[in-house]
Protein backbone atom coordinates (compact mmCIF):
# COMPACT_ATOMS: atom_id res chain seq x y z
CA UNK A 1 0.00 0.00 0.00
CA UNK A 2 1.92 3.52 -1.37
CA UNK A 3 1.62 6.23 1.32
CA UNK A 4 -0.02 9.58 0.78
CA UNK A 5 3.02 10.93 0.09
CA UNK A 6 4.30 8.46 -2.68
CA UNK A 7 1.12 8.92 -4.48
CA UNK A 8 2.02 12.63 -4.54
CA UNK A 9 4.83 12.08 -6.11
CA UNK A 10 3.93 9.93 -8.92
CA UNK A 11 0.69 12.43 -9.34
CA UNK A 12 3.27 15.50 -9.83
CA UNK A 13 0.13 17.85 -9.50
CA UNK A 14 -2.92 17.79 -6.91
CA UNK A 15 -5.68 19.14 -8.27
CA UNK A 16 -6.93 21.76 -6.03
CA UNK A 17 -11.05 22.35 -6.16
CA UNK A 18 -13.31 24.72 -5.19
CA UNK A 19 -16.95 23.28 -5.59
CA UNK A 20 -20.11 25.38 -5.15
CA UNK A 21 -22.59 22.82 -5.79
CA UNK A 22 -22.39 19.32 -5.09
CA UNK A 23 -24.31 18.12 -8.61
CA UNK A 24 -20.53 19.12 -10.09
CA UNK A 25 -18.74 16.43 -7.83
CA UNK A 26 -19.09 13.36 -9.56
CA UNK A 27 -18.19 14.73 -13.09
CA UNK A 28 -15.49 16.35 -12.25
CA UNK A 29 -13.85 13.58 -10.26
CA UNK A 30 -14.99 11.60 -13.08
CA UNK A 31 -12.76 13.99 -14.93
CA UNK A 32 -9.96 13.72 -12.89
CA UNK A 33 -9.82 10.25 -12.83
CA UNK A 34 -9.98 9.56 -16.79
CA UNK A 35 -7.48 12.06 -17.47
CA UNK A 36 -5.10 10.99 -15.18
CA UNK A 37 -4.69 12.91 -11.98
CA UNK A 38 -7.27 10.40 -9.73
CA UNK A 39 -7.20 12.93 -7.00
CA UNK A 40 -8.85 16.37 -5.70
CA UNK A 41 -7.97 18.99 -2.58
CA UNK A 42 -11.47 20.05 -2.26
CA UNK A 43 -11.41 23.59 -0.61
CA UNK A 44 -13.70 23.66 2.68
CA UNK A 45 -14.79 26.95 2.13
CA UNK A 46 -17.79 26.60 0.30
CA UNK A 47 -21.30 25.01 1.39
CA UNK A 48 -20.61 21.99 -0.90
CA UNK A 49 -17.60 20.98 0.39
CA UNK A 50 -18.47 18.34 2.47
CA UNK A 51 -20.87 16.40 0.57
CA UNK A 52 -18.88 16.71 -2.36
CA UNK A 53 -16.41 14.86 -0.63
CA UNK A 54 -18.00 12.78 0.83
CA UNK A 55 -20.33 11.59 -2.31
CA UNK A 56 -16.56 11.61 -4.31
CA UNK A 57 -14.95 8.93 -1.62
CA UNK A 58 -18.20 7.26 -1.80
CA UNK A 59 -18.14 6.36 -5.35
CA UNK A 60 -14.73 6.41 -6.40
CA UNK A 61 -12.90 5.05 -3.21
CA UNK A 62 -9.32 4.55 -5.24
CA UNK A 63 -9.31 8.29 -5.67
CA UNK A 64 -7.84 10.61 -3.23
CA UNK A 65 -9.81 13.01 -1.88
CA UNK A 66 -8.70 15.69 1.10
CA UNK A 67 -10.02 18.48 2.12
CA UNK A 68 -8.05 21.82 1.63
CA UNK A 69 -8.34 25.36 3.45
CA UNK A 70 -8.99 23.79 6.66
CA UNK A 71 -8.95 26.14 9.45
CA UNK A 72 -10.91 24.56 12.69
CA UNK A 73 -10.55 20.88 14.04
CA UNK A 74 -14.46 21.07 14.02
CA UNK A 75 -13.80 21.31 9.84
CA UNK A 76 -11.04 18.38 10.67
CA UNK A 77 -13.97 16.30 11.95
CA UNK A 78 -16.07 17.13 9.17
CA UNK A 79 -14.13 16.55 6.40
CA UNK A 80 -12.41 13.29 7.53
CA UNK A 81 -16.10 12.10 8.87
CA UNK A 82 -17.29 13.00 4.94
CA UNK A 83 -14.22 10.29 3.87
CA UNK A 84 -11.27 13.00 3.31
CA UNK A 85 -8.16 11.16 3.51
CA UNK A 86 -6.17 13.96 4.33
CA UNK A 87 -6.02 17.57 5.20
CA UNK A 88 -4.32 20.69 4.09
CA UNK A 89 -4.33 23.96 5.76
CA UNK A 90 -3.10 27.06 4.44
CA UNK A 91 -1.03 28.39 7.34
CA UNK A 92 0.55 26.96 10.00
CA UNK A 93 -1.75 26.36 12.69
CA UNK A 94 -0.24 24.16 15.61
CA UNK A 95 -3.79 23.64 17.45
CA UNK A 96 -4.75 21.74 13.88
CA UNK A 97 -1.53 20.41 13.06
CA UNK A 98 -1.62 18.12 16.41
CA UNK A 99 -4.87 17.24 16.44
CA UNK A 100 -4.39 15.25 12.87
CA UNK A 101 -1.16 14.08 14.29
CA UNK A 102 -3.20 12.93 17.67
CA UNK A 103 -5.58 11.26 15.22
CA UNK A 104 -3.32 9.88 12.41
CA UNK A 105 -4.79 11.73 10.06
CA UNK A 106 -2.39 13.07 6.93
CA UNK A 107 -1.96 16.74 7.49
CA UNK A 108 -0.19 19.29 5.14
CA UNK A 109 0.36 22.54 6.50
CA UNK A 110 1.12 25.85 5.18
CA UNK A 111 4.72 27.21 5.58
CA UNK A 112 6.24 30.32 4.01
CA UNK A 113 8.94 30.97 6.67
CA UNK A 114 11.85 28.74 8.38
CA UNK A 115 10.15 29.14 11.67
CA UNK A 116 6.92 27.54 10.48
CA UNK A 117 8.99 24.89 8.69
CA UNK A 118 11.11 24.72 11.98
CA UNK A 119 7.39 24.15 13.95
CA UNK A 120 6.58 21.35 11.47
CA UNK A 121 9.85 19.43 11.88
CA UNK A 122 9.56 19.61 15.59
CA UNK A 123 6.26 17.90 15.29
CA UNK A 124 8.19 15.22 13.06
CA UNK A 125 6.26 16.54 9.71
CA UNK A 126 7.95 15.36 6.22
CA UNK A 127 6.30 17.19 3.80
CA UNK A 128 4.79 21.27 4.11
CA UNK A 129 2.30 22.91 2.13
CA UNK A 130 4.27 26.05 0.40
CA UNK A 131 1.31 28.96 -0.06
CA UNK A 132 0.78 31.42 -1.64
CA UNK A 133 3.46 29.81 -3.81
CA UNK A 134 4.26 32.60 -6.81
CA UNK A 135 3.22 35.18 -4.08
CA UNK A 136 5.82 33.99 -1.46
CA UNK A 137 8.46 34.16 -3.53
CA UNK A 138 8.46 30.59 -5.80
CA UNK A 139 10.45 28.11 -6.08
CA UNK A 140 14.03 30.50 -5.50
CA UNK A 141 12.55 31.09 -1.70
CA UNK A 142 11.47 27.05 -1.52
CA UNK A 143 15.49 26.27 -2.67
CA UNK A 144 16.36 28.98 -0.10
CA UNK A 145 14.23 26.90 2.64
CA UNK A 146 15.41 23.31 1.95
CA UNK A 147 19.37 24.32 2.23
CA UNK A 148 18.82 24.14 6.22
CA UNK A 149 15.84 21.91 6.59
CA UNK A 150 17.13 18.74 4.53
CA UNK A 151 14.82 16.42 5.77
CA UNK A 152 11.37 18.57 4.58
CA UNK A 153 9.47 18.30 1.04
CA UNK A 154 7.28 20.82 -0.14
CA UNK A 155 4.07 21.28 -2.10
CA UNK A 156 3.29 24.23 -3.53
CA UNK A 157 0.26 25.70 -4.24
CA UNK A 158 -1.08 29.34 -5.48
CA UNK A 159 0.16 31.05 -9.18
CA UNK A 160 1.14 27.36 -10.38
CA UNK A 161 -0.13 26.63 -13.96
CA UNK A 162 1.66 24.27 -17.25
CA UNK A 163 3.73 27.28 -18.28
CA UNK A 164 5.75 27.32 -14.77
CA UNK A 165 5.40 23.73 -13.59
CA UNK A 166 8.72 22.23 -14.65
CA UNK A 167 10.04 25.08 -12.50
CA UNK A 168 9.41 23.52 -9.57
CA UNK A 169 9.22 20.12 -10.08
CA UNK A 170 12.90 19.95 -11.12
CA UNK A 171 13.73 20.43 -7.84
CA UNK A 172 13.92 17.68 -6.18
CA UNK A 173 12.79 19.11 -2.96
CA UNK A 174 9.13 19.63 -4.37
CA UNK A 175 6.56 16.31 -3.71
CA UNK A 176 4.20 17.97 -5.92
CA UNK A 177 2.58 21.13 -6.99
CA UNK A 178 -1.26 22.00 -5.90
CA UNK A 179 -2.51 23.70 -8.90
CA UNK A 180 -6.12 24.65 -10.33
CA UNK A 181 -5.64 25.86 -13.86
CA UNK A 182 -6.87 22.30 -15.02
CA UNK A 183 -10.27 22.36 -12.97
CA UNK A 184 -10.81 26.17 -13.44
CA UNK A 185 -14.09 27.61 -11.72
CA UNK A 186 -16.06 29.01 -15.37
CA UNK A 187 -15.26 25.29 -16.55
CA UNK A 188 -17.13 23.50 -13.22
CA UNK A 189 -19.59 26.09 -13.65
CA UNK A 190 -20.63 25.61 -17.21
CA UNK A 191 -20.07 21.82 -16.88
CA UNK A 192 -17.11 21.32 -19.30
CA UNK A 193 -16.17 18.27 -18.00
CA UNK A 194 -14.80 17.37 -20.97
CA UNK A 195 -12.24 19.88 -21.33
CA UNK A 196 -11.52 19.70 -17.68
CA UNK A 197 -10.59 16.18 -18.13
CA UNK A 198 -8.36 17.32 -21.65
CA UNK A 199 -6.55 19.86 -19.77
CA UNK A 200 -5.80 17.40 -16.71
CA UNK A 201 -4.39 14.57 -19.49
CA UNK A 202 -2.52 17.92 -20.06
CA UNK A 203 -1.11 18.45 -16.91
CA UNK A 204 -0.50 14.69 -15.85
CA UNK A 205 1.42 14.12 -19.05
CA UNK A 206 3.67 17.56 -18.54
CA UNK A 207 4.43 16.16 -14.81
CA UNK A 208 5.00 12.73 -15.87
CA UNK A 209 7.47 14.18 -18.87
CA UNK A 210 9.21 16.29 -16.55
CA UNK A 211 9.97 14.03 -13.77
CA UNK A 212 10.87 11.21 -16.70
Known amino acids: MKTIEERFYELGVVPVV ?3 DVKD ?6 ALI ?3 L ?6 FRTQAAEESIRLMSKKYPDMLVGAGTVLTKEQVDRAVGAGAKFIVSP ?3 GEIVDYCLEKEIPVFPGCVTPSEVAQAVKRGLKVVKFFPAEQAGGIAMIKAMAAPYTMVKFMPTGG ?3 K ?7 FPKILCCGGSWMVKGDLIKAGDF ?3 CELTKEAAQLAADIRS
Open 18 to 20: VLD
Open 25 to 30: ALPLAE
Open 34 to 36: NGG
Open 38 to 43: PCAEVT
Open 91 to 93: GFD
Open 160 to 162: ISA
Open 164 to 170: NLKDYLD
Open 194 to 196: TKI
